[in-house]
């Protein structure tokens, strides 16, 4: 295409179409990066030519783009049937085999799983199973759902209410009622001065048992956390964190919720993070990575506690009246199962774990004389740079400050696509798991590079 045609294109998509999580004065004004295609962590734009997408798209490409092999799987799905529903106790065999292997990476910590199309109405589902669980054995006033401070858990009008980061509550009448807040477990940022990270977390333990018995645990269902922070931050939880929570919520009589959506299949060098940090959830929910973006399904995953209860007393209810046209779509498993038949093939959890060592050593390595750039945290192929104004004393800079956005520009110039997480003053980085060293160190460069352009901008 011509550099004339992309401009109309632009100027198309001005007039018809109303961005996700978008400015709209920006689309207005300055128009649309249009993606053309992409090949491993590589994509190319109209106007940025090719750039490590060092985002793996939304946090979700993590077998990298271009893959011909799920191209073929979809044609033959599609091909054969294209289309099976899942109510009415009707199932399809991509299905059947996708659940068996994902009941067996999660090595018998659940026992069901349900398909969704997305994190957010993955979100929601768990909300209602939540709900539907504590009247099914006789606790209705049980129906409160804890999360925390700058948590990202989606955007329906369930997932926003749970979602912690004010900018999606703002001017939508959100959050609903039932949600209870958190303190976000950030040691570098929150811990105070002289406490130690054990002190930390033991603190951050205290007042969700304080919030707990304030609400009255009899009204309290369920706490939802992401394993480690994504859109707010990746926040890495503090030593033992999990392991409290687990306590606290048995205690309680509490449903505990892994939100895997960005953890999941391997982000972290485990095929999961509650894998990595060793707690056992009751309920999981799962999306972009069981895909790796190429077709829209969520998973949620439910342990024998809650699954138990619905056997046992489902009945009285008759059918269990929830779900998608879309649940369980046979192109979408099919789309999965190939996905992680190449994760197991090419060895690519593995690989985020050592590729993810070399990348936060790298970090560590060349950003520890960066004035701006206070931790690197993360596990694996996911990580964290925090923006600071100053290491020592810790000072941070405000949110009028813009310091995430112009990192993240300064970055791009650089050809290399990270993503500003502002409520955390944080650069997020989670490229996709084939990723090479040489490409991280390009990556690192980047991040370097656009530091210093941001540096002298603050005159630091
Ligand atoms: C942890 C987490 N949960 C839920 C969601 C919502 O997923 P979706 O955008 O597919 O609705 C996201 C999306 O980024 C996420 O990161």
């Known amino acids: 295409m011509t550099k004339k045609q992309y401009e109309n294109l632009v100027d198309i998509n001005k007039k018809s179409i109303f961005h996700?999580?978008?400015?709209?004065?920006?689309?207005?004004?300055n128009g649309t990066t249009i993606c053309l295609e992409g090949k491993g962590a590589n994509i190319t734009t109209h106007n940025d030519g090719e750039?490590?997408?060092?985002?793996?798209?939304?946090?979700?490409?993590n077998i990298g783009y271009g893959r011909e092999e799920i191209g073929k799987t979809m044609m033959d799905s599609a091909s054969t049937m294209g289309y099976a529903h899942s109510f009415a106790s009707t199932s399809n065999t991509p299905q059947i085999e996708l659940s068996e292997k994902l009941l067996d990476l999660?090595?018998?910590?659940?026992?069901?799983?349900?398909?969704?199309?997305?994190?957010?109405?993955?979100?929601?589902?768990?909300?209602?199973?939540?709900?539907?669980?504590?009247?099914?054995?006789?606790?209705?006033?049980?129906?409160?759902?804890?999360a925390r401070v700058n948590a990202y858990h989606g955007t329906t009008l369930a997932a926003a209410s749970v979602t912690g980061i004010a900018a999606f509550h703002t001017a939508f009448d959100l959050p609903v009622d039932g949600v209870l807040r958190a303190p976000k477990p950030h040691f570098y940022v929150d811990g105070k001065e002289g406490e130690t990270e054990i002190q930390f977390t033991k603190r951050?333990?205290?007042?969700?048992?304080?919030?707990?018995?304030?609400?009255?645990?009899?009204?309290?269902?369920?706490?939802?956390?992401e394993p480690i922070y994504g859109a707010g931050g990746v926040i890495t939880p503090p030593k033992g964190y999990f392991q409290g929570l687990r306590a606290l919520c048995d205690k309680y009589d509490i449903l505990l919720l892994a939100d895997e959506v960005i953890t999941g299949y391997g982000r972290t060098g485990e095929w999961f993070a509650h894998q990595y940090y060793n707690?056992?959830?009751?309920?999981?929910?799962?999306?972009?990575?069981?895909?790796?973006?190429?077709?829209p399904l969520s998973a949620?995953?439910?342990?024998?506690?809650?699954?138990?209860?619905?056997?046992?007393?489902?009945?009285?209810?008759?059918?269990?009246?929830?779900?998608?046209?879309?649940?369980?779509?046979?192109?979408?498993?099919?789309?999965?199962?190939?996905n992680i038949e190449i994760l197991e093939r090419e060895n690519l959890v593995e690989r985020a774990k050592e590729t993810g060592a070399y990348m936060h050593a790298q970090f560590k390595e060349k950003l520890h004389g960066c004035p701006i750039?206070?931790?690197?945290?993360?596990?694996?192929?996911?990580?964290?740079?925090?923006?600071?104004?100053?290491?020592?004393?810790?000072?941070?800079?405000?949110?009028?400050?813009?310091?995430?956005?112009?990192?993240?520009?300064?970055?791009?110039?650089?050809?290399?696509?990270?993503?500003?997480?502002?409520?955390?003053?944080?650069?997020?980085?989670?490229?996709?798991f084939v990723i090479t060293e040489q490409q991280i160190d390009t990556l690192v460069s980047a991040v370097v590079n656009g530091a210093a352009k941001v540096q002298e901008k603050f005159g630091i």
Not at 51 to 61: N, P, R, Y
């Open 20 to 29: 996700p999580a978008s400015s709209i004065s920006d689309v207005l004004n």
């Open 373 to 432: 750039i206070g931790e690197v945290r993360g596990a694996g192929l996911l990580a964290g740079l925090q923006i600071v104004k100053s290491k020592s004393p810790k000072t941070f800079f405000e949110r009028a400050d813009k310091a995430a956005p112009l990192l993240q520009s300064a970055i791009r110039e650089e050809k290399v696509l990270l993503r500003g997480l502002p409520s955390a003053d944080t650069i997020g980085v989670s490229p996709s």
């Open 106 to 146: 999660t090595r018998g910590v659940f026992s069901r799983v349900q398909y969704g199309t997305s994190g957010s109405d993955c979100i929601d589902t768990a909300i209602k199973l939540v709900r539907y669980y504590n009247n099914l054995r006789g606790k209705p006033e049980k129906k409160k759902i804890i």
């Open 279 to 295: 707690y056992k959830p009751d309920l999981m929910t799962t999306a972009k990575g069981l895909t790796s973006g190429y077709f």
């Open 51 to 61: 750039l490590i997408d060092g985002m793996a798209g939304l946090w979700c490409v």
């Open 300 to 338: 949620l995953y439910i342990g024998d506690k809650v699954w138990d209860v619905l056997v046992e007393t489902a009945d009285e209810l008759g059918a269990f009246f929830h779900g998608y046209t879309y649940s369980g779509h046979p192109t979408g498993c099919a789309v999965a199962l190939k």
């Open 204 to 225: 951050m333990l205290d007042e969700i048992e304080t919030i707990i018995i304030g609400a009255s645990a009899d009204t309290v269902a369920a706490f939802f956390a």
